[in-house]
């Protein structure tokens, strides 16, 4: 059984970053291809940033492009969502995802394990 586990969300200025952590247990990263996605309230969750299984160059959305970093440490199981200048639109619940070899899909139908989420605010 695969899980993934979100950390890192929190409150913080605009102008600001955050680092956001996904932890998968049950079997090992490599094999999974990565998404991050947010949905703020009252809106459909959306595409954020995601990474084919292995390693891969990242594909991010237009709205974080230049802010947003995505990384991978298969030898950790970790993926990180490095979030920089930060702005009041980027509050949302945040959420990674994965898929057995997984392409950087931008979907969220392409994913079948999902976190739990974490929560980022952004305040102006």
């Known amino acids: 059984q695969v899980q993934l586990v979100e950390s890192g969300g929190g409150l913080v200025q605009a102008g600001g970053s955050l680092r956001l952590s996904c932890a998968i247990s049950?079997?090992?990263?490599?094999?999974?291809?990565i998404g991050w996605f947010r949905q703020a309230p009252g809106n459909e969750r959306e595409f954020v940033a995601s990474v084919a299984w292995g390693a891969g160059t990242p594909v991010y959305a237009d709205s974080v492009k230049g802010r947003f970093i995505l990384s991978r440490d298969n030898a950790k199981n970790t993926s990180d969502l490095q979030m920089n200048s930060l702005k009041p639109e980027d509050t949302a619940l945040y959420y990674c995802?994965?898929?057995?070899?997984?392409?950087?899909?931008?979907?969220?139908?392409?994913?079948?394990?999902w976190g739990q989420g974490t929560q980022v605010t952004v305040s102006s």
């Open positions: 049950g079997r090992g990263l490599r094999d999974y291809g």
């Open positions: 995802a994965a898929r057995f070899l997984g392409v950087a899909s931008t979907r969220v139908t392409n994913y079948n394990y």
